[in-house]
């Protein structure tokens, strides 16, 4: 049984606790929250579970195997930091920190002390995005030309970060995660409205090796919830809508050739192909599930998570990116390799 705390019980760290709980072979022990009702609440659903204030408790605690932590982005690098310098595994939820440098702090000393160090980016876990991955390594779309994703609902707004930061990790993990690799440039253009200095609205670029391109659109100013990502391949394109409840994945036999030579304009046809569509059935396991227990295969397997530190930091580096390209007049931003 891997014994875990869990520090941070507001809107998302009940789930940890219900899936860790419910898994089997892993067991809540403590939980710490800053704010006493959430934790009375807890004690409520989970009275087997000891639950404090002080989230030392939970690292002076040497019966623990693993911390998960969901608490806001700012405070991850101090909390993971000290389950790591305990010698825990940790989980934290995305994104792994607010710097790279301190992403790099965290990978380092996973790496010293044999911990497992894995991010909460729980959208690679959905059946939806695993059947995507297999489809687009199957060669069925052809070249990926382009990848166009929306995310955009009516708030939640954050008080500490940005819309980029809240829900672009997401669509950037997705993203890098089906291609299999990372973008070089990043621009991205956004706008404050409700608060003076934190944007709701924003665009991004990311331009891969190639003519590979992937745009991201995020809100939380917009009437509709919103989770669409297209990728549009030389033979095939995908649509996966995961707001749909069963059928998110459409694959559209659709594409277009110019001609092959031609000498004069006159001569120039586009040939448009305009075949079926296939909705690929997809199992649905609760990805959270299926995220906690990729992690405590880590720890019992000694093995890397698909979502180990070093993705957490590619994925900081392309969202730091993207805020130096907003604060210098939407600039493109080179990635250091
Ligand atoms: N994987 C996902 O799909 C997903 C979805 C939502 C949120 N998240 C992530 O989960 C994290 C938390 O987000 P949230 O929406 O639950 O935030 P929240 O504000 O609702 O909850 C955070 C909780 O952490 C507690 N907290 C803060 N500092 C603490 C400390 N030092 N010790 C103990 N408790 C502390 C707060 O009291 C609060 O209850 C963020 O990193 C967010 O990005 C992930």
């Known amino acids: 049984m891997i014994r875990v705390g869990i520090i941070g019980c507001g809107y998302w760290g009940p789930n ?3 899936n860790f709980m419910q898994i089997g072979r892993s067991n809540v022990v403590r939980v710490a929250d800053l704010d006493q ?15 404090t204030t002080n989230h030392e ?10 911390v998960a932590i969901a608490t806001p982005v700012h405070t991850h690098h101090k ?14 939820e995305k994104p792994i920190t607010s710097t790279s440098e301190q992403a790099r702090e965290l990978i380092d000393l996973a790496g010293q002390n044999g911990s497992k160090l894995m991010v909460g980016h729980t959208f690679l876990f959905t059946a939806a995005v695993q059947k ?6 199957s060669g069925e779309l052809g070249d990926i ?28 993990s997705i993203i890098t995660y089906l291609l299999g690799r990372q973008p070089h440039t990043i621009t991205a253009v956004g706008t404050p409205h409700v608060n003076d200095t934190i944007e709701d609205v924003a665009q991004m670029t990311m331009q891969f090796p190639g003519s590979l391109l992937a745009f991201l659109s995020v809100s939380w100013l917009d009437p509709d919830k919103v989770r669409r990502m297209t990728v549009v391949g030389s033979k095939k394109m995908m649509v996966y809508d995961d707001v749909q409840p069963t059928e998110k994945i459409r694959l559209y036999d659709k594409g277009v050739e110019g001609p092959k030579h031609y000498d004069s304009f006159a001569e120039f046809h586009y ?5 079926d569509i296939v909705i690929p059935k ?7 599930n299926v995220e906690l227990n990729h992690f405590l295969d880590a720890i019992e397997n000694d093995t890397q998570p698909i979502c180990n530190g070093l993705r957490g930091l590619e994925v900081v580096k392309i969202l730091e990116a993207s805020q130096q390209s907003l604060q210098n007049g939407n600039v493109p931003v080179q990635l250091e390799k």
């Not at 408790?57 to 693993?66: K, T």
């Not at 790591?84 to 934290?92: E, G, I, P, R």
């Not at 995507?132 to 390594?137: C, G, L, R, S």
Request: hydrophobic share 45%.
């Open 16 to 18: 940890l606790i219900r």
């Open 132 to 137: 995507m991955k297999a489809i687009i390594e």
């Open 79 to 92: 909390l993971a930091k000290q389950a790591l310098t305990a010698d825990k595994h940790v989980f934290v």
């Open 282 to 288: 997809i199992e649905g396991k609760e990805p959270i």
């Open 57 to 66: 408790e939970i690292i002076d605690d040497a019966s623990i195997d693993a």
């Open 145 to 172: 030309y382009y990848i166009s994703s929306q995310r955009l609902n009516l708030g939640l707004f954050q008080p500490d970060i940005n819309v980029i930061w809240d829900l672009a990790p997401h669509d950037i």
């Open 37 to 51: 009702d959430r934790l009375n609440h807890m004690k409520t659903l989970y009275p087997s579970i000891e639950v």
């Open 271 to 275: 040939s448009y192909k305009y075949g």
